[in-house]
């Protein structure tokens, strides 16, 4: 019989025989060494020798030290199916996993990563294959792979709150030195209809002239903003903007 395999994130390939995985160890005079990957957790010195030629038989085999963990070894196959069905359809990242999850058996899913890991993988796959990354359905969808968070080595995506109301900020360093040296800033969004321009007029606030009469509210969210922008030059870039985005209030 074929040897099976599944491939793994830190080597290339995993060996799976009875609910147990091998690890390439080393090649003999006519023959593959595996050993077990739990050598270390359960110091499980099973190994086995398969043939070198294309029928890749297994020569010989010796007992594990501890039970097979076959949910383990079929999430790692789910996730290789995963993996394989981001390249070859066009479904979306949410598609692929429901989809995933409804074909996997119970005692399997509680072994899956979590949605969010299976979506960064998702994700990764398909940049790393230049698939630029699909619309998300939502702002919770967003996926952002490590290449949109980056920009010439340095950090581009300066800030992603990660939460209900999720916000996200992109700058370079250089961008914000230069918009400190200006006293008037534009503000640009989309926002709800009842909302009345006043409440986006943060041009005025910066450059320190009196704004339009504001809720209390929006007041004290103004002046915490206008105490960030101040302390520019003493506060890191992301605790700049982190300060900026809590208190904007639409
Ligand atoms: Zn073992």
């Given at each position: ?185 534009m503000a640009d ?45 003493e506060t890191p ?14």
């Amino acid at each position: 019989m074929p040897l099976k395999f599944v491939k793994s994130q830190k080597v290339k390939q995993l060996l799976i025989n009875n609910g147990y995985l091998h690890i390439y160890y080393k090649k003999g005079s006519d023959k593959f060494i595996w050993r077990c990957v739990d050598y270390q957790k359960y110091k499980c010195s099973s190994c086995f020798t398969s043939t070198m030629d294309e029928t890749g038989t297994i020569m010989k085999e010796s007992v594990h030290y501890h039970a097979p963990d076959i949910s383990n070894v079929q999430a790692k196959i789910v996730i290789e199916k995963l993996k394989e069905n981001a390249l070859i359809t066009e479904l979306s990242t949410r598609n692929i996993i429901s989809r995933t999850m409804s074909t996997t058996e119970v005692g399997v899913v509680g072994q899956l990563p979590s949605i969010t890991s299976m979506s960064s993988t998702i994700q990764r796959v398909r940049t790393k294959n230049e698939k630029p990354p699909e619309n998300p359905l939502t702002i919770h969808d967003l996926v952002l792979p490590d290449e949109y968070k980056n920009i010439h080595g340095n950090n581009f995506l300066m800030y992603d709150n990660k939460k209900e109301n999720r916000i996200l900020m992109f700058a370079t360093k250089e961008n914000l030195d230069t918009l400190h040296t200006f006293k008037n800033w534009m503000a640009d969004g989309t926002f709800r209809a009842e909302q009345t321009l006043q409440e986006v007029r943060l041009e005025k606030l910066i450059s320190g002239e009196p704004s339009p009469k504001k809720k209390k509210k929006y007041k004290n969210h103004d002046e915490m903003i206008l105490n960030v922008v101040q302390k520019f030059n003493e506060t890191p870039a992301v605790l700049y903007l982190r300060g900026i985005a809590q208190n904007i209030k639409f």
